[in-house]
């Protein structure tokens, strides 16, 4: 499994920048670029059959009935991102060694990097939608982590807090579009969506699908009007910049747009969204770059600008334009990461960002000043630069379209005009920084070339744009030709990468371009003032005023809704109820059915009666607790009973369990708590409940009665035939809990132990008044622990537990299994607690019920994990009989080590709960309450 090794490898390299962190700030960085280095030596020795083009597939089935498993993809287009992932990722960690002061906590800034990193190798290298959503919204998570790092700015914390929302908002349409694809084709994997584009578009939920998925998309990579989360980025660290926004997080929403475009693209939907948001983007982000003071700034503008070129070459309706917008992946990645290092290094060095401060660089730093001129000429796509060789095949795209008809020149102008700005605002760059005058109070003066190694990442990224451009066919070309065989599933056109192409109208447009660029910036005074003269739009107040707007209008709606009564929350959800049932029983010519209803025995009769009797007078007595409890426990008993008269064992035993622990429960609770509750609820409050109560036990009864009188098909039949044939189990009921449905009741233990940790802490630190009387003024009994129940304790302990292990033992076959076997020993160690006190209790079991909880939903999970070393699905069980001598031929089932997790974790919750309650008491002696 290569491929999961290669995503696995940044995570399981988190810790090792954390441990080294106090041994130096080197041995940081080194033991931070170990796990990505080793990575890209593996995904390096792939590079052979990829550009073979060769598609390599990993599958781990994990939830199939779901449609998701652990299927991995490795094609040109995965292994382009993962090499440029991994390459400049380990050129930033270099670099960040560096940049980073040494108040700085190094090992965290680290530890959040190659979470991400192992985030977007998962995005890239993912065959199942599903997991590939889910690294998705983990990269949002870790960039939130990266971006606000200098959490003590508010600048960091507020982008990060906008980025989150934006992207995390997208993710959610995504997960939407994701799940719309997958009903329409049948399945979540990659290669059966890519194969089915035909049936993708012929289907009515197109549309819808394509807008989710699109809304992921932009969101992501800032396409407008989602643009303005990227600049407001920018106050995180500049490494940070330099791999999440030239390389890796903005690049996942075009990485999707180029996996998914042979299943989506080719139509007029795709062409109108695709095209025309990145045309919009593409001149918006161009023009705003010009006129950023902040250096950062400038580059986070002309990124939207860059991201917005190549959503709208993947909207042409031209494979040729998925050609140049791969391309053009390539080349942005290589000279924008050098510009924000080499911004990085100014800043780091100057102490400001501030292009009217920064001036006249080139006399104090010309190494630096060298490298960034040449990464920023390559942005503006000057010739025998890789930004020229993908702009030119992008101006050429633009003039083969026909989107709009008979104004489809206005795309070309467009993209000309966006080209002028591009050559503008890296002018400016160049320009204003290295040149301009001489520096105006900077905050370090005199500035000064970085340290050595600081400038080696800028310095290969640089050589990359040089050899690139002018030696395309020797440099990119095998990457190239292997990413577009990805893209586009093998249907690849012919192109040249060839460096003159001879005078033609695309090579026009790049001079008009320069030309237009360079006249556009000796007129920058003039535009300086018209920009000026435009209301200020500061994106992170009106975001921030949105939220605050959004806030106060659910608080508003909560406050409404939520009035904190109980009693008018159950009344809105019964009208509601009732109001829902009535509805749909009205088309109903008659409640009555074809289907006889079952005579009713005597027995039967008297357990209703009984059972009608004791949740009438529970009502009747409710204000006296203690009595009202006694009464509602006949209620549970009887309904124990029925289970039993109607042929299900587990069930009853289960109930009598259940009821068993809420009741001791409750009496532990009602201990601190007045034995008579006053009379609340008004006349004509206690009217309307019974009113309603009556109203809505009638409609149950209607209810009942129709189903009743009915035939149905039931599922049941199924469980029964495959019991024994596919669970090894005669008792059903324990089969569909730890085999069927086995991932249920995982979820299920899980709450349970993280309720029972969370009444834990509750508890934890609780001190209540020790009550001394009861409601009639008498004192409690002085005997806390009577002689009696200290004997009988000790005596139905070993009884208890070895009915407990039998039940345990027998369920995969009778009445039992991991849950009542729990339940059975939680009840007999309570019963230690209360007849013996707290302290004596857990002198003699020192056991740690967090534990206990813990490794019953680990061990459950580690069951389920097992399966995957055999092949086998996430938590799929086998049996077999075998002879043990002394013995004889018994069955075993790995189900019963899962059912071994779910009585742990039963046990650990329900202790963890009960046994903590008699902490609770302010009074010493009441350490003894339970």
């Known amino acids: 499994m290569a491929l999961a090794l290669i995503i696995a490898l940044p995570f399981l390299g988190i810790f090792l920048p954390l441990l080294l962190e106090r041994t130096g700030r080197s041995a940081c960085a080194f033991g931070a670029g170990l796990a990505p280095l080793a990575a ?62 040494k108040k700085d906590p190094m090992g965290r800034f680290f530890g959040y ?44 914390r507020q982008g990060a807090r906008m980025a989150l929302t934006i992207t995390g908002g997208g993710g959610l349409a995504l997960l939407a579009g994701i799940l719309l694809i997958g009903h329409i084709v049948g399945s979540y994997e990659l290669t059966t969506v890519l194969a089915s584009g035909d049936l993708i578009r012929a289907h009515g939920l197109y549309p819808l699908a394509l807008i989710l998925v699109l809304l992921g998309v932009f969101t992501k990579s800032a396409q407008f009007p989602f643009h303005f989360w990227l600049p407001q980025a920018m106050a995180a660290p500049t490494p940070v910049s330099a791999f999440l926004h030239s390389a890796t997080m903005v690049k996942a929403g075009v990485f999707l747009l180029a996996r998914l475009y042979p299943a989506l693209a080719d139509s ?100 630096t000043a060298v490298l960034a001129m040449v990464a920023s000429l390559a942005m503006a796509g000057v010739p025998l630069l890789n930004g020229f060789l993908s702009k030119e095949m992008f101006f050429a795209e633009t003039l083969e379209q026909h989107l709009l008809g008979s104004f489809y020149w206005t795309i070309p102008v467009i993209a000309t005009l966006a080209g002028a700005f591009s050559v503008a605002y890296s002018l400016r760059f160049v320009h204003d920084v290295f040149f301009n005058g001489e520096p105006i109070d900077l905050p370090k003066y005199p500035p000064h070339e970085p340290a050595r190694y600081m400038k080696i990442p800028v310095e290969i990224l640089v050589l990359l744009c040089l050899l690139v451009g002018m030696l395309p066919a020797y440099t990119v070309a095998p990457l190239l030709a292997a990413a577009v065989n990805g893209t586009l599933n093998g249907n690849v056109p012919e192109y040249s990468l060839a460096i003159w192409h001879g005078l033609n109208l695309p090579l026009l447009m790049s001079f008009i371009a320069l030309g237009g660029g360079i006249l556009i ?6 535009s300086f003032s018209w920009y000026e003269g435009l209301p200020e739009v500061d994106s992170l107040q009106i975001f921030g005023q949105f939220i605050r707007s959004l806030a106060a209008s659910a608080r508003r709606i909560t406050d409404t809704l939520e009035s904190g009564s109980l009693q008018r929350y159950l009344a809105l959800m019964l009208v509601s109820t009732l109001v829902l049932v009535i509805y749909a029983l009205m088309p109903l010519e008659s409640l009555r059915g074809s289907r006889p209803l079952t005579s009713i025995d005597g027995g039967t009769l008297l357990g209703m ?16 607790r203690l009595v009202a409890l006694m009464i509602l426990s006949v209620a549970g008993l009887l309904v124990a009973l029925g289970f039993a008269r109607f042929s299900a064992p587990d069930l009853a035993l289960t109930q009598l369990s259940v009821e068993v622990v809420t009741i001791i429960l ?25 009113v309603l109560a009556s109203g809505v036990g009638v409609m149950i009864a209607l209810l009942s009665y129709a189903v009743l009188t009915r035939p149905f098909d039931s599922i049941a039949s199924f469980f029964l035939e495959n019991s024994v044939s596919g669970g090894g189990g005669t008792n059903v009921v324990n089969v569909i809990l730890v085999d069927f449905r086995g991932f249920d009741t995982l979820g299920e233990i899980s709450v349970l132990a993280i309720a029972g940790v969370g009444i834990y802490s509750l508890l934890y630190g609780l001190h209540l ?46 009445p039992g299994g991991g849950f009542i076997a729990g339940l059975i020993t939680a009840v007999a160690l309570i019963l230690q607690y209360v007849s013996h006190g707290v302290t004596w209790a857990q002198e003699r079991q020192p056991l740690s019920y967090h534990g206990i909880a813990g490794s019953g939903v680990l061990i459950a999970g580690l069951t389920g994990l097992g399966s995957w070393a055999f092949g086998y699905p996430f938590l799929t069980s086998s049996f077999g009989h075998f002879h043990i001598p002394l013995i004889g031929e018994i069955e075993l089932a790995t189900a019963m080590l899962f059912d071994l997790g779910v009585y742990l974790a039963v046990v650990g919750a329900t202790l963890l709960i009960l046994s903590n309650i008699g902490h609770v008491s302010q009074d010493e002696s009441a350490k003894e309450v339970l």
Do not use: C
Request: glycine share 8%; no cysteine.
């Open 40 to 101: 890209l030596v593996l995904l390096l020795s792939k590079r052979e059959e990829v550009f073979a083009g060769e598609t390599e597939i990993q599958t781990l089935p994990w939830l199939p009935e779901l449609g998701l498993n652990l299927s991995l993809r490795l094609d040109g287009l995965g292994f382009l991102f993962a090499l440029l992932i991994l390459g400049i990722g380990l050129l930033v960690i270099l670099y960040a060694r560096y940049y980073l002061s």
């Open 113 to 156: 990097f190659l979470l991400f990193m192992g985030s977007m190798l998962g995005v890239v290298l993912s065959e199942n939608l599903l997991l590939m959503l889910m690294f998705w919204e983990l990269t949002s998570l870790s960039s939130f982590l990266l971006i606000g790092y200098w959490s003590h700015r508010s600048d960091a």
């Open 268 to 367: 007029e939907w795709w062409f109108y969204l695709v095209s025309l948001t990145g045309l919009t983007t593409l001149l918006l982000g161009a023009v705003m770059a010009l006129f950023q003071h902040d250096l950062k700034g400038l580059l986070a503008y002309s990124t939207i600008s860059h991201l917005g070129l190549i959503t709208l070459l993947f909207g042409l309706d031209s494979r040729l334009g998925a050609v140049a917008a791969i391309f053009h992946v390539i080349n942005h990645a290589t000279f924008k990461a050098s510009l924000f290092m080499a911004a990085g290094i100014i800043d780091h060095e100057t102490g400001t960002r501030d292009m009217r401060r920064i001036n006249g660089m080139w006399k104090y730093m010309p190494h």
């Open 521 to 526: 910036y000796a007129l920058r005074k003039w």
């Open 609 to 624: 009666g009984i059972l009608m009797v004791s949740s009438l007078l529970t009502v009747f007595f409710h204000r006296r």
């Open 666 to 690: 409750l009496i532990l609770t009602l201990f601190f708590m007045p034995d008579r509750t006053p009379a609340e609820s008004s006349s004509l409050r206690s009217m309307r409940d019974l």
């Open 769 to 814: 008044p020790h009550p001394t009387r009861d409601y009639g003024g008498r004192l409690w009994s002085t005997d806390s622990h009577p002689m009696i129940l200290d004997n009988l304790s000790r005596a139905i302990l070993p009884m208890a537990l070895l009915i407990s292990f039998f039940i345990f033992l027998r369920g995969h076959n009778l």
